[in-house]
């Protein structure tokens, strides 16, 4: 389509002169890069475990060898690769409950948003972290499982926020004006109230993704992963023992770094759109 | 008293090949003192009904039926015996006046004729009762020294008018009285008309002319293919006409007082006719057809029974074809139509709404029948949108009753919605919210039929939404469908709102401040264009409007609001030339009317904030 039709022409251009955004896409980009070069940026399967244990980092190993005779920098790009990918599925799962949910709720209203609140306030007084630790302490489930899991506890806080946008939304005249055309309610809250709040969506995806990504760190770090499985709180976690070592640097730090810059990048895109999509501030990106 | 009553008068003309059906069991009473007006368009078997009354019918005219004078039936008398009637009893004047003297004698001699073979009165003698009756009718006495050509239309109509009168008959059939004359004359001839009726004389009115009939008629009979269609006191004729041609007819009326477009009836004036056509056996059989007028020979079967102004008629039903409707006698009026005239289409009763304490709408009723035009006027907030949202089904009033079509209108949203939603549409007033940004012209205007008909081909749907959009005077071209809402200006947004209200064909527009952001040479056009839809589909319309010029010439009738209520609601021409409520009067003394220019400016110059725009109505009324 012809630039010149893009009703959001104007916000790239502001989003691009937003540091926040700058610095978190810049993060986020080159993480991802990472993920997807892995096969020809690291030198050794992540699994090998013939390498000489403890060997500082070389040529071949550029992050050095841990005590299990693997590869660190393999290892630590797999481990971002699973985090993330455990809060991408998160954020995804939870987002899309929390569209359903929250434009449900807010197109019926009534009892059907009546139930669904409730739940939604009966899931936010439960600590989530508390539930994944029990489910993966007893069950040992996949970390997609627990991905999922993750999700079902996690949407009422974007649901909220869609809904609260969502109720302003229903009576604007051109919703109004398909529902009088004839529109069922799948096709008015799929054609019209969907697409509107679109800038909400990346919101509460950022914020989603962010969060899911520490709780993988967290339960990873506390070992109630597969052992096997990598991933950058696994990767401290196995490192904290040989504190006394001169390996920090090379394998403590590398992935406390990762995993920072994972969470800042999240968290600068959330905050970037936030300022642009907020609907205290929407009347200035409107306009 | 005496009384003429015809009873089931039925003429038939015969001709080489066919029949022609002029007049179909006709009943009409005649009283001293009243005029009853018979009024249709050409063809209509007016004309044929007065000579019947006069026994003047041709040989070629089979007529069947009674016609009665005091209880006498006259039908049957011999050319001696109606002679013996003729002007003493009823005396008839007939159209084209200069048509019916003789040229070649002095117009006095020829109005004094009645006189001399009636009374065998002496020249001299009916020479002075033919002085006087001309002067009863205005003429100077001196004119009749004349002849007939050097007398102006309206003496001709005068001098007939006071042949007719001049043995003082009981009844009068004025065919066309004062056709081709000018308003003056017209109004003297109207004048002598009512007096007459009042001096004790029973007049039929034969005429087109439906403002001469609702000024003088105290009761009218509207006549189509020889049949009556409605019968009605005159003045209701243009103010609240009951069947739809009557509401046709009287829109075609140029009067000084109404102030709407012209509008029509839609269709070309047709003949009834009967051919014979040889069968198979041997026998002629006879097949009724209506034939068009001159212009158009299109003829069209009718059928064996059925309702003779059904192919013209907007709110037809199949049932129209087949079954033939009765004149049935219904609230002080008699309509000839199975839907029991026009139909109401909406119907608002007791409708309220209040937001917290203030109230946006009090109960108020509003009635809305097929094919008229109803205009709500009123000040910013004065519940005007309130209420077209309720209309349009798009808002629940807190109380009161809502019935489209006989039905309630929850049941019609529960069950019937996509039929609802076909049938009524609605341009919501501000354009550039009532659309989705993300859509695009061609999606905006394709939306209602993407909705109701999903299999529609592409073609179609493409052929359909060019059609909406040329209808409201917009471009076509393929870039234009593929522009986005905000790269529109304001008043071609509001057409491509209204093309979407338009594309399913709906029977029920319903419009808050349609024209509001266009220029006045397209609004003038896109108006036009819902008239003509009016004519030709039957087009119900209520239109919400502060513009009271507006109003003015698109309503049929007109509420006017204030601080939500329907502070009066009436036809159009007496709401504007004769209001009752005193905010209606402050509404037509707007400032900027022409003839009160000058206290405008005053005003203005007294800083009055009547020059602000008007704001926008709060945003709780059209929630």
């Known amino acids: ?287 | 008293m005496g009384r003429l009553s015809v009873r089931e008068l039925s003429v038939t003309y015969r001709a080489e090949d066919h029949r022609l059906t002029a007049l179909d069991r006709v009943d009409l009473d005649l009283h001293p003192g009243r005029v009853v007006a018979l009024v249709g368009e050409s063809g209509s078997g007016k004309s044929t009904l007065g000579k019947a009354l006069l026994g003047l019918l041709p040989d070629s005219a089979a007529v069947s039926g009674r016609i009665l004078l005091d209880e006498g039936d006259l039908s049957g008398l011999d050319e001696r015996r109606w002679n013996a009637l003729r002007w003493q009893k009823i005396s008839m004047l007939f159209q084209d006046a200069a048509g019916s003297l003789n040229p070649v004698h002095r117009v006095r001699d020829q109005v004094a004729e009645p006189v001399r073979m009636h009374r065998g009165l002496s020249s001299a003698d009916a020479g002075i009762r033919a002085d006087a009756a001309l002067a009863a009718v205005g003429l100077d006495p001196s004119l009749g020294t004349r002849f007939p050509h050097e007398l102006s239309g309206g003496e001709l109509q005068r001098a007939l008018l006071a042949m007719a009168m001049i043995l003082g008959p009981e009844f009068v059939v004025l065919d066309e009285p004062t056709a081709a004359l000018d308003s003056g004359t017209k109004g003297r001839i109207g004048r002598w008309i009512r007096q007459a009726a009042d001096a004790g004389t029973g007049i039929l009115l034969i005429t087109h002319d439906l403002e001469l009939a609702v000024a003088l008629a105290d009761e009218v009979h509207v006549l189509y293919l020889g049949q009556v269609l409605e019968t009605l006191p005159g003045p209701e004729l243009l103010t609240s006409p009951g069947h739809p041609y009557s509401l046709a007819s009287s829109r075609s009326v140029a009067g000084l007082d109404t102030h709407r477009d012209l509008g029509g009836v839609r269709g070309d004036a047709l003949y009834r006719v009967l051919h014979r056509h040889p069968g198979g056996n041997g026998e002629a059989a006879e097949h009724a057809h209506l034939v068009g007028s001159a212009l158009s020979h299109a003829e069209c079967h009718l059928p064996a029974r059925g309702c003779l102004f059904a192919p013209r008629c907007t709110q037809g039903v199949a049932e129209c074809s087949v079954e033939e409707p009765e004149l049935e006698e219904s609230h002080g009026r008699r309509i000839r139509c199975l839907r029991g005239g026009i139909v109401t289409e909406l119907r608002l009763q007791g409708v309220a709404k209040r937001y917290g304490e203030i109230h946006a709408l009090h109960p108020s009723d509003l009635e809305l029948r097929a094919g008229e035009t109803v205009c709500l006027v009123g000040e910013s907030g004065s519940g005007k949108t309130t209420l077209a949202l309720m209309a349009a089904g798009m808002l629940g009033p807190d109380q009161g009753e809502r019935i489209f079509r006989g039905r309630a209108m929850e049941s019609w949203l529960r069950q019937d919605r996509q039929f609802f939603a076909r049938h009524v549409g609605v341009v919501q007033q501000h354009p550039a919210r009532a659309v989705s940004h993300r859509f695009t012209v061609f999606e905006i205007v394709a939306e209602p039929l993407r909705i109701q008909e999903p299999r529609l081909g592409r073609e179609v749907l493409h052929e359909r939404v060019i059609g909406a959009l040329h209808d409201v005077n917009l471009a076509r071209e393929p870039e234009f469908l593929q522009r986005y809402p905000h790269e529109l200006n304001l008043g071609a947004l509001q057409r491509v709102c209204i093309a979407r209200a338009l594309i399913t064909g709906p029977s029920l527009l319903i419009a808050d401040e349609p024209t509001s952001a266009l220029d006045p040479g397209v609004q003038a056009k896109v108006l036009k264009r819902l008239l003509e839809l009016q004519i030709e589909k039957g087009l119900t319309l209520l239109m919400v409007t502060h513009d009271l010029g507006l109003a003015r010439k698109v309503a049929d009738r007109i509420g006017v609001m204030q601080a939500g209520f329907i502070v009066e609601i009436g036809p159009a021409v007496r709401v504007l030339n004769h209001p009752e409520h005193p905010y209606t009067r402050s509404l037509l003394r707007s400032p900027f009317r022409s003839e009160s220019a000058r206290p405008a400016r005053a005003a203005m110059e007294g800083g009055h904030s009547w020059t602000e725009p008007p704001s926008e109505e709060p945003c709780s009324s059209t929630n």
């Open chain 1, 1 to 287: 389509m012809d630039a010149r039709f893009d009703p959001h022409a104007g916000l790239w251009r502001r989003l691009l002169a937003d540091p926040w955004f700058v610095i978190g896409a810049s993060l986020a980009a080159v993480l991802a890069l990472l993920i997807l070069l892995s096969p020809w940026l690291s030198l050794h399967d992540p699994h090998d475990m013939s390498h000489v244990p403890f060997a500082p980092p070389s040529g071949s190993h550029w992050l050095g060898v841990n005590d299990g005779g693997m590869d660190m920098f393999a290892e630590l790009l797999a481990g971002l690769r699973n985090t993330l990918a455990f809060g991408l599925i998160t954020g995804t799962a939870g987002l899309a409950l929390g569209i359903l949910v929250g434009l449900t709720s807010a197109w019926f209203r009534g009892w059907a948003d009546q139930i669904l609140m409730r739940l939604a306030d009966l899931l936010l007084a439960i600590p989530a972290v508390m539930i994944l630790i029990l489910l993966a302490a007893f069950y040992r489930p996949s970390p997609w499982v627990l991905a999922l899991v993750l999700a079902l506890l996690a949407w009422p806080t974007s649901a909220r926020l869609i809904r609260s946008q969502a109720l302003g939304l229903r009576n604007q005249p051109h919703i109004a004006a398909a529902r009088q055309m004839g529109g069922s309610n799948a096709y008015v809250i799929g054609r019209h109230m969907m697409p509107e709040l679109f800038p909400l969506y990346l919101i509460a995806f950022a914020a989603k993704v962010r969060m899911a990504v520490f709780m993988e760190a967290s339960l990873s770090f506390l070992g109630l992963f597969d052992p096997t499985r990598k991933s950058l709180g696994r990767t401290i976690s196995d490192a904290l023992p040989f504190y006394y070592l001169d390996i920090w640097w090379y394998w403590m730090l590398p992935p406390i770094l990762l995993l920072t810059l994972l969470i800042m990048a999240f968290t600068f895109l959330a905050v970037s759109l936030e300022r642009f999509f907020d609907p205290r501030l929407r009347a200035a990106w409107a306009g």
